[in-house]
């Protein structure tokens, strides 16, 4: 599918979903998200097991300041400001989140 070729292409792309270090920021029942970093990469994926959510994720561990994020699947841009992530995701969604291109 063509979800799979996107995570492939991810993979393949971004060093630190195969040595990335998992760094955690919310673990709910219906509610996940965490990072997959190394010294120069950095992957945020976040799972929404139920209704629509909108959250605030601290993600200052690993990106400080502010900084743009591209969802892999969609191409919906994300904004990291002062450490804090804030997404909205559909029921059942997906967001696999890396660094925006220059």
């Known amino acids: ?3 799979i070729e ?3 292409k991810t993979r393949h792309a971004h060093s630190a ?3 990335g270090q998992l760094i955690k920021f919310v673990a709910e029942p219906s509610f996940l998200a965490y990072a997959v970093i ?6 945020i994926v976040i799972l929404n097991k139920d209704s629509n ?3 605030s994720v601290n993600v200052s561990s690993v990106i ?3 900084q743009t994020l591209t969802d892999v699947f969609s191409g919906r841009t994300f904004q990291v400001s002062s450490g804090m992530l804030n997404i909205s995701v559909a029921p059942f969604e997906a ?3 890396v660094k925006q291109s220059d």
């Open 1 to 3: 599918s063509q979800a």
């Open 6 to 8: 996107i995570l492939g």
């Open 17 to 19: 979903t195969r040595y």
């Open 38 to 43: 190394t010294a120069d990469d950095v992957v």
């Open 53 to 55: 959510a909108t959250k």
């Open 64 to 66: 400080s300041g502010s």
């Open 95 to 97: 967001l696999v989140l």
